[in-house]
T-cell receptor, first 115, second 112 residues
Framework: DTEVTQTPKHLVMGMTNKKSLKCEQHMGHRAMYWYKQKAKKPPELMFV???????INESVPSRFSPECPNSSLLNLHLHALQPEDSALYLC??????????????FGDGTRLSIL | GDSVTQMEGPVTLSEEAFLTINCTYT??????LFWYVQYPGEGLQLLLKATKADDKGSNKGFEATYRKETTSFHLEKGSVQVSDSAVYFCALPRYNTDKLIFGTGTRLQVFP
């Protein structure tokens, strides 16, 4: 069982829809991450929140909008996505510590398909 | 810049065979090193880690030793099982950031 919970597990949406991906962790971690993973590739970092503030945006298109309502929750709002955005979206969390980086804990992801 | 290089896959083995998956890195300073495993249909799980030179990380029969001299962190297991079939990623944190740098991943297929 993973300690990072992502919902939904699967999502199919049209290019004009608006939907949200959700992520929750109860490990007391204060850093949370969104990744995009295409088939047979490593995860690509999209966003990092540290202490509920956006600290890294990897030049992600504005059709992806992250939100961190509190230290346990992370959302990714989706609007007007393109077919190439179809992928597995992974959430992760860790304790922020740049001096001694801690492992990230991943959820099982949301598999997103854009029609 | 910081980077991780993994051997190309897939690696195909019979059950009980010996496994080595090579990983080398370039990095600023001496970062922690990680191996993650991704089973089909799942997210990534931390398999093992090492935080300093000569540390040996181990878990579930897998081992990897942090070799500063050769900048390597090769993953080994003495006797693989069908259930070990997965994709394995070597990773390190980019210096003074919250970013993880992943290798390209190595797919392991174990047949009975």
């Amino acid at each position: 069982d993973t300690e990072v919970t992502q919902t939904p597990k699967h999502l199919v949406m049209g290019m004009t829809n608006k939907k949200s991906l959700k992520c929750e962790q109860h490990m007391g971690h204060r850093a949370m991450y969104w990744y995009k993973q295409k088939a047979k590739k490593p995860p690509e970092l999209m966003f990092v929140y540290s202490y509920e503030k956006l600290s890294i945006n990897e030049s992600v298109p504005s059709r992806f909008s992250p939100e961190c309502p509190n230290s346990s929750l992370l959302n990714l709002h989706l609007h007007a996505l393109q077919p190439e955005d179809s992928a597995l979206y992974l959430c992760a969390s860790s304790q922020p510590d740049r001096a001694s980086p801690q492992p990230q804990h991943f959820g099982d992801g949301t598999r997103l398909s854009i029609l | 810049g910081d980077s991780v290089t993994q051997m190309e896959g897939p690696v195909t083995l019979s059950e009980e065979a010996f496994l080595t998956i090579n990983c080398t890195y370039t990095a600023t300073g001496y970062p922690s090193l990680f191996w993650y495993v991704q089973y089909p249909g799942e997210g990534l799980q931390l398999l093992l880690k090492a935080t300093k030179a000569d540390d040996k990380g181990s878990n579930k029969g897998f081992e990897a030793t942090y070799r500063k001299e050769t900048t390597s962190f090769h993953l080994e297991k003495g006797s693989v099982q069908v259930s070990d079939s997965a994709v394995y990623f070597c990773a390190l944190p980019r210096y003074n950031t919250d970013k993880l740098i992943f290798g390209t991943g190595t797919r392991l297929q174990v047949f009975p």
